[in-house]
Structure formats: structure tokens, C-alpha cells
T-cell receptor, first 115, second 114 residues
Framework: AQSVTQLGSHVSVSEGALVLLRCNYS??????LFWYVQYPNQGLQLLLK??????LVKGINGFEAEFKKSETSFHLTKPSAHMSDAAEYFCAVIPSGGGADGLTFGKGTHLIIQP | GAGVSQSPRYKVAKRGQDVALRCDPI?????LFWYQQALGQGPEFLTY????????KSGLPSDRFFAERPEGSVSTLKIQRTQQEDSAVYLC????????????FGPGTRLLVL
């Protein structure tokens, strides 16, 4: 069974500082990987996804993530945090070869931006 | 264009009541998914439809949960005899094809069972 671990339920950074949100997966075969953002009382918005093309994936709002097979990681970064980035972020996986019909999500990381 | 919509956005039910939650996927989308998100947790997969066929219901937590998509568009998630542990946000997502890696999520229905 696949699983996703997000290190840190809360991450606080200063406005303008680097954002780093960690995600590690457990899967026998590299899965497809996703980062979603959720603002209060809203649904999930896809930030970016890895589907076995380039290992460095660029997404919306200046976010990017790098797939590292050797580390089974897919950490999310943004060079300079903005107040509007404050939200809940979820890492998710789905097997690349089928075998599951739904995404498996991590527990989420709440990103706090300090002025 | 219109995204995935869900109604009602908020629902308060007394324990033991039946509830019905509606999802309107993006027009023409083949695949539809339901997820349950408990407070402070990530969403958990409940069930999957391809057109009108329910191909996977492995995530439904009990036989009190029932989902349907009779005409391959709108879907309804029904919970019978609600319990307090059913309190959660129920998210619906749709995908344009049978491929599952591109899912567009609705805003969710927040269910509170008292």
C-alpha cells in the first residue's frame, strides 16, 4: 500500500523567505505525485504534478517541486513567500501503473506567513 | 468556465437523520470521485464512478454510505442514520477522462452531526 508523509503539521516563514514543505512517499514503484493547496472553506486547487516526465516540476504561483527517487521525496519550494501563500498544503500520490482509483493524501501542512 | 459545484455547502443533521449531498461535476467529465476530509486531516478516498458505473467503493466506511450517478453526470452521496463520526467535509472531484491523475475539486460540503 502506498502512503504519504508530510513532515511538520505547521510551518512558519517570514514574508520574502524561502518556503520548503516536505513530502515523502512510500511505494514500490514511483507513483504520480501532486501538491494541492486549500484555502479556508474552499476545495483543493492543484499546484503542480509529477507524472514521470521532468523531475523538476514548476507549478502555479511560483511554486516548484523536485521528484527525487533515491530519497522518495517530492518537496515543495517557493523562493520568496507572500502573505497570500498562507494556506493548507497537501501532498498526494496515485500509482502510476493503475491499481488505485483515488488519490492518497498526506495529513497536510499549514503554512503560516509572518509579516 | 464552471467548475465542480457541490450543494449544500453546509449541512447540520441530528444523529440518526439521513442526508444527501450533491455534486455537479464539470460538464462532460467522465470520472467522478468522492472524498471525506475529517477535521485536521487530509482527504480520504470514498468512491469512484466512470460515467454511471460505480467502479470502486472500497473507501466507503460503512453500509450507511451510498453513492449514485444514475445518468453519468450529477452524483449524490447519501448517508443513512448519521453518526457523530460522520462529521467531516465531503469533497467531490471530476476528471475529463478515465485517467485519474487530473482531478478538479469542488468546494466541499461541511457536514456536522449533532
Amino acid at each position: 500500500a502506498q502512503s504519504v508523509t508530510q513532515l511538520g503539521s505547521h510551518v512558519s516563514v517570514s514574508e520574502g523567505a524561502l518556503v520548503l514543505l516536505r513530502c515523502n512517499y512510500s511505494s514500490s514503484v514511483p507513483p504520480y505525485l501532486f501538491w494541492y493547496v486549500q484555502y479556508p472553506n474552499q476545495g483543493l486547487q492543484l499546484l503542480l504534478k509529477y507524472t514521470s516526465a521532468a523531475t523538476l516540476v514548476k507549478g502555479i504561483n511560483g511554486f516548484e517541486a523536485e521528484f527525487k527517487k533515491s530519497e522518495t521525496s517530492f518537496h515543495l519550494t517557493k523562493p520568496s513567500a507572500h502573505m497570500s501563500d498562507a494556506a493548507e498544503y497537501f501532498c498526494a500520490v496515485i500509482p502510476s501503473g493503475g491499481g488505485a482509483d483515488g488519490l492518497t493524501f498526506g495529513k497536510g501542512t499549514h503554512l503560516i506567513i509572518q509579516p | 468556465g464552471a467548475g465542480v459545484s457541490q450543494s449544500p455547502r453546509y449541512k447540520v443533521a441530528k444523529r440518526g437523520q439521513d442526508v444527501a449531498l450533491r455534486c455537479d461535476p464539470i460538464s462532460g467529465h467522465v470520472s467522478l470521485f468522492w472524498y471525506q476530509q475529517a477535521l485536521g486531516q487530509g482527504p480520504e478516498f470514498l468512491t469512484y464512478f466512470q460515467n454511471e458505473a460505480q467502479l470502486d467503493k472500497s473507501g466507503l466506511p460503512s453500509d450507511r454510505f451510498f453513492a449514485e450517478r444514475p445518468e453519468g453526470s450529477v452524483s449524490t452521496l447519501k448517508i443513512q442514520r448519521t453518526q457523530q463520526e460522520d462529521s467531516a467535509v465531503y469533497l467531490c472531484a471530476s476528471s475529463p477522462t478515465s485517467r485519474k491523475e487530473t482531478q478538479y475539486f469542488g468546494p466541499g460540503t461541511r457536514l456536522l452531526v449533532l
